[in-house]
């Protein structure tokens, strides 16, 4: 029998939030790059992402693919982490993109599809494989940001270069109200559950699910809001700051080389 | 000099169209303990959310400190801290003030956003800490704790500032009876620290203990104005402002009355002056 979708949607806000209270204990591993400068953990990452972006080499790309992994490795993020929620996720939506590719690119012909009348090329499966490469490993790199960085501080070093306060203001709200949303979005779920005695036809569930969407939302709203003005009451104007200060040794000082030397060595190859 | 803390002159403030205050004239005195009683939308959170300069009037004056209290002047980052520094406010949901990831990052939120040396903040948030009794709970998630303990982070959270001013929403709304007495025990501790402290509440029973001074709201308007004594002695004010209710009450002999369940609950339980006894399965038996 199949499932009840406020049981199954329950389950899931739950696996979303524990999901998040994961990766916070993540942050706090001893590993390679939790023990870097978070400036310089996002500028090095930066610096990967623009790498893959500039790179025409499907070697390079899987080379930097592995580095991505080989961080991972000496950070303790777990690959199982890595493969449910971030390639997974890019496979399925870059895919989509990439999908029509195969055969929309002209040039030289791999595979006859059959019934659609139509070809995979070469030129068609390689664009496939960059888009497929970049997105993958770019979204590697910054979900190991993520993991291995506190958010309180990813958004400290932004501020500390340079990036504009209404920016950063906009992404820590957006992270604490995404919390709040799952916590209200949970507790309405779970009480519609309770109150369930018999299973609903599909119609039924689809007006539950849209019902319960127009409350969150004015919900989240007012919740949003409380949160923020409680801020704003000891003393918040959009600043983040921390009692960790960040210090930058000469270990982090060699990482950050060897990141931008990388894009650097790209564009030198391929110039 | 005034010793004035708050003025307000003719306030009043609207949802959208929805009048939530509506010419809400009062004087807050320095060092005074005041209590701002109503039933539940009464305007009492709306209030407290005008003197801790969240919300502004949307006409009349309100002047904290001899100044007044605008939009314009909190665009100064000066002002700003300046009054956030000498004004605290605990919201009734200690989970909207509890946004940071660890009880201790929380304590230390306010000192930071106002610019305390961290050499100064270390040893408060300890203090805070030891004076709440949660040092325990120093490194756990503020919204993994219990309703009493995260009433006590709250409220660690805002006087680590040590506010001249302190605004308290509901603050022993949804908690057991032990974390009741804790903030009420909390309250009337403050007494003889000389701060000034606001409580919007409708909880009858403690409002002796921590208010000298009650204002009483209805529908966005002041309906009353007294001493805590002058206040809860008058029964058909209580009842007008939905603030006391007709309570059936259950006898150990498995029979019950009814009487008046404002505040005290000494009075006599004497047949001929009494509601009279009725099983609670029946019609309720009005007085008179």
Redesign the interface.
């Known amino acids: 029998m199949s499932q009840h979708f406020a049981e199954k949607l329950s389950r899931g806000l739950l696996q979303a939030m524990s999901r998040a209270f994961a990766a916070e204990a993540l942050s706090e591993r001893p590993g390679f790059l939790q023990g870097l400068d978070p400036r310089i953990k996002l500028i090095a990452c930066l610096a990967l992402i623009v790498s893959c972006v500039l790179t025409h080499s499907l070697l390079m790309l899987s080379g930097l693919f592995v580095l991505a992994l080989l961080l991972a490795l000496a950070s303790q993020i777990p690959m199982a982490r890595l493969c449910t929620q971030v390639w997974l996720g890019v496979l399925l939506f870059t895919g989509a993109i990439a999908l029509p590719a195969l055969v929309l690119v002209p040039g030289e012909a791999l595979w006859q599809l059959p019934l659609l009348h139509g070809q995979i090329t070469r030129q068609g499966l390689r664009s496939a494989a960059f888009l497929l490469g970049r997105a993958e490993t770019s979204a590697t790199f910054a979900v190991l940001l993520i993991l291995s960085t506190p958010w309180p501080h990813v958004l400290k070093a932004m501020r500390s270069l340079g990036v504009p306060v209404v920016l950063v203001a906009i992404l820590g709200m957006t992270h604490r109200y995404l919390f709040v949303l799952l916590h209200a979005t949970t507790q309405l779920f779970e009480a519609r559950r309770s109150r369930l005695v018999a299973a609903m036809k599909g119609a039924q569930q689809r007006r539950l699910a849209a019902a319960a969407a127009g409350v969150l939302l004015s919900k989240s709203l007012q919740l949003s809001t409380d949160v923020h003005l409680a801020m704003i009451s000891r003393g918040y104007r959009g600043e983040i700051h921390l009692l960790d200060e960040f210090h930058t040794r000469p270990r982090d000082w060699g990482i950050l080389l060897c990141a931008l030397a990388v894009p650097a060595l790209i564009l030198w190859y391929q110039r | 000099m005034s010793d004035c803390v708050f003025e307000l002159n003719e306030v009043s403030y609207a949802y959208q169209n929805q009048l939530a205050l509506d010419g809400i004239s009062m004087q807050i005195r320095a060092g005074s303990r005041v209590a701002l009683l109503g039933a539940n939308g009464s305007g009492k959170s709306t209030l407290l959310?005008l003197l801790?300069a969240?919300y502004f009037p949307g006409k009349g004056e309100l002047k904290a400190f001899g100044k007044e209290l605008s939009e314009a002047a909190f665009a100064d980052?000066e002002v700003?801290?300046a009054f956030?520094?000498q004004v605290?406010?605990v919201?009734q949901?200690p989970?909207?003030?509890l946004?940071n990831?660890t009880v201790f990052?929380e304590i230390?939120?306010?000192p930071?956003?106002?610019?305390w040396p961290?050499e100064k903040?270390?040893p408060a948030v300890a203090d805070m800490l030891a004076r709440f009794a949660i040092s325990h709970l120093k490194d756990r998630?503020p919204?993994r704790l219990s309703g009493g303990e995260k009433k006590r982070v709250a409220l660690a959270?805002?006087l680590i500032?040590a506010p001249q001013v302190l605004l308290l929403d509901e603050p022993t709304a949804a908690l057991d009876p032990e974390s009741q007495s804790e903030v009420i025990r909390f309250l009337i501790e403050c007494r003889n620290t000389g701060q000034t402290i606001v409580t919007a509440t409708h909880d009858l029973d403690i409002v002796e203990e921590i208010a000298d001074l009650v204002f009483v709201l209805d529908q966005g308007r002041i309906a009353a104005c007294g001493t805590p004594a002058e206040i809860l002695g008058n029964e058909a004010l209580l009842r007008q402002t939905h603030l006391a209710h007709a309570h059936w009450h259950l006898h150990a002999d498995g029979k019950a009355h009814m009487h008046l369940h404002a505040h005290r609950h000494d009075h006599p339980h004497d047949a001929a002056t009494d509601t009279p006894y009725r099983r609670l399965t029946r019609q309720p038996v009005r007085r008179g």
């Open positions: 959310r801790d969240l980052d700003n801290f956030r520094r605290g406010f919201f949901n989970d909207v003030q946004f990831p990052d230390a939120f306010g930071l956003q106002l610019g961290k903040i270390l998630a919204h959270s805002i500032l």
